[in-house]
């Protein structure tokens, strides 16, 4: 009804605009009609003036020439004073005529054409009279038939000047009329318009007669209707207000002005008072974070009118009601889950602890036995050997499986942001499998390199997580004597990784969970193959974090292939001073490009610096220098042999120390040669050389040059643990055993080490609060992290490494040890890593 009366008052009103409208238009129309008739009636009368003065001006032209010839006959001087006056008369009539048309070029030019012909006709008669006035009459004469043809030159240019005005005029007549016509039209319309507007208000007002019966009828059963609504309204608000009291979690409705307006029975058991008391109290003082209109989402603290306080999820929602806001808070008492969680961290705590710790003695003891550490083994002790250390790398594989799901459900597992070439991660990965490729009788193979780096950000250890992942799964999965096929390429701004196996396939039921945990395409693949099941799901977990995606698709000519992604970092040129290189270097003396190259090679890929000498003079002259750890040498030399350049080297004090070792065809020789001299020689290599035996000389001659055995501080609770240690480094180094965080200062306090593995596990706190200790001294031992727990980026830059216990083999254990004190791994500064 109410949008019916809106619609009548806006049509009464639109034919009382209309009326208006009309009559304005018509006021302001005839204004303007009024203003032009009077412009145009101006120009009318200026053209009819024009004309008026060109018949006037012709006239008198013609009266002239007719008064001088009558002259001629007659004599009579009134033909004369005729013919003079006729003559003024026109002369003026020509100039007024010049004035009136002088805004019309074209006028002026045909005017001023009549006036030079009339001036000549004006001339012609003057001197008519004057010859007549003599008395020469013939001369009269001839001058009247002279200028006869005079008088029709002028006539056509007045005429076209005539004519020209009177088009003039018919112009600005139809102009005017044109114009009344437009008005006439126009105000017909507008009259129409306003006979329109007229009608519909008209009718207007006869349907709002009509219908206002009907609306009273209208009101009186709205009211009967509100009347059952507000019963209905009534009996609505107690069923809500029983669902709410059946909820389990406190609800409350909070009005625009911040006041409760609502209270479930469960805010009354959570707050502490009755339901009812809480209506009219501020939200603020319940929910602090609710201040201000505010719409937090997630955990905030909930204050009781006791002033205790307890945690709580909260989630609200806000609706309109009678013109205004209104806000619905839920919450959800946290206190259970957080104790719950707390339970859990414990537990998942001591997993890592109590499960990492002993396997990581099993399992180093293990592989000690097994590489013949404890001596030769009788074949049937080997082989059950072999099947508890197979069994250790499973179960040690299981619980890091476990534990990385945990933290990664949890947003715990941390991630470094290193910058990272994909290519030499894939290599890295490729060879720390090799030998797993090689218990299953595969071999890997990277099939397509790129041309350049591709640099990407991650974590190096969860990439290498990755990709052992699926080469491990390609291995088990393809057939003995098979080759597992590795790609790394560019798809657009992304780092392509791929592997692909020669199995069998992935079953099409399966493939829509093959990244859920536990997921496994037959159950019988457990037995068969092992595995957990969590490899997949935990591979696209971390690569999702570094941003990048994991998938599969069939291999042509069968098997499966596995790739994932990772976004490329744009390449900029940085200025960065890099510190100087603190790797320990060894100087070459070897006269053969192509073995000093090759050599070079293998010593560098254990992490030491090479300079190359051709000749055994020029060796001596850079030996004396003082700035290598160790030098190798060929016996055959141009000029002065090897033998000669030993025993100078050994007569110098200034190289009686430097480490050698001897890489010669005659090596053998020359070890016969020298027997019984005082020489020093680390050992005797024969060409070909023999990388391992290398690599052994080298560290032995690393150790040399530190004038000694390493000392490490072991800071471990475990005597297990600490005992695998020291078996895998015996050979370098001693350790010294700290079991508590109080004894490893002390330790400290009493001299320095070469250096300090820490555990971060410790029965009096965390291992991590030596590191103050440490990095005060000077200079500061190199810290290696060998822990239970995972890596973590808030200490990764204030240590040399960090190992987890259960993810390190022997053989990585020993090599990072080794490269720790022998300075071969620079801290985060770049400073060479010397303990002493």
Known sequence: MERFLGSVRSIVLLAILGFLLFFGTAGWLGKQFLADNARTQALVDHTNLVINTIYEARLNLSRTQSSSRGFVITGSPRDAALAEDSSRLATEGLLDLRELVVDNPEQVRRFDDATAISEEILVANDRIIAAVRRGDLDGARALVRETADQGPAFRAKIEEAEAAEEALLAQRQEATEATLRRIIWL????????????????????????????????????????????????????????????????????????????????????????????????????????????????????????????????????????????????????????????????????????????????????????????????????????????????????????????????????????????????????????????QHEVEYRITTRPGRPLPVQGDADRMIQVLTNLLSNAAKFSPAGSTVEVAVETVGHQARISVRDRGAGIPEEFRNRIFQRFAQADASDVRRKGGTGLGLSIAKAILERHGGRIGFEPAEGGGTRFWFTLPLLAEVAEAVATPGDARRQVLICEDDPDVATLLGLMIEQDGWRVDIARDAETALEKARTGQYDAMTVDLLLPGMDGITLIRQLRADPATAALPIVVVSATAQDGKRELNGDAVNIVDWLDKPIEQLRLRAALRQAGLRSRNGRACILHVEDDDDVIEVVGAIVRDEADIVPARSLQEGREKLAQQRFDLVIIDVGLPDGSGLDLLETINARTPREPVLIFSAQDSSASYASAVSASLVKSRTDNEQLHQTITALINGLIQDKQGVPRHGR
């Open 187 to 438: 105000l017909g319309g507008v009259a129409a318009l306003a006979a329109l507007c007229g009608l519909l208000a008209a009718w207007a007002m006869s349907r709002q007669v009509r219908t206002d019966q009907q609306r009273y009828r209208e009101l009186e059963r709205a009211k009967l209707e509100s009347d059952a609504a507000t019963r209905a309204l009534a009996e609505s608000q107690a069923q809500l207000q029983a669902v709410l009291d059946s909820a389990r979690d406190p609800i409350l409705v909070v009005g625009q002005d911040g006041v409760v307006e609502l209270a479930n029975r469960a805010c009354g058991e959570a707050f502490g008072v009755i339901a009812g008391e809480l209506v009219g109290t501020d939200i603020s003082a319940l929910v602090p974070a609710l201040v201000g209109g505010a719409q937090p989402a997630g955990e905030v603290t909930v204050t009781r009118r006791d002033g205790s306080s307890f945690p709580a999820e909260i989630s609200t929602g806000v609706f309109e009601r009678d013109g205004r806001t209104v806000s619905v808070c839920i919450l959800r008492d946290m206190t259970e889950r957080h104790r719950l969680d707390q339970l859990k961290n414990e537990f998942v705590s001591t997993v890592s602890h109590e499960l990492r710790t002993p396997l990581t003695s099993i399992r180093g003891s293990l592989g000690l036995i097994a590489a013949g550490a404890a001596g030769a083994l009788p074949d049937k002790a080997r082989s059950l050997l072999e099947i508890a250390h197979k069994n250790s790398e499973r179960l040690v594989g299981l619980v890091n499986d476990i534990l990385d799901i945990e933290k990664i459900e949890s947003g715990r597992m941390e991630f470094r942001h290193d910058r990272l070439d994909a290519a030499a991660l894939v290599e890295q990965a490729v060879e720390a499998n090799q030998s797993y490729a090689a």
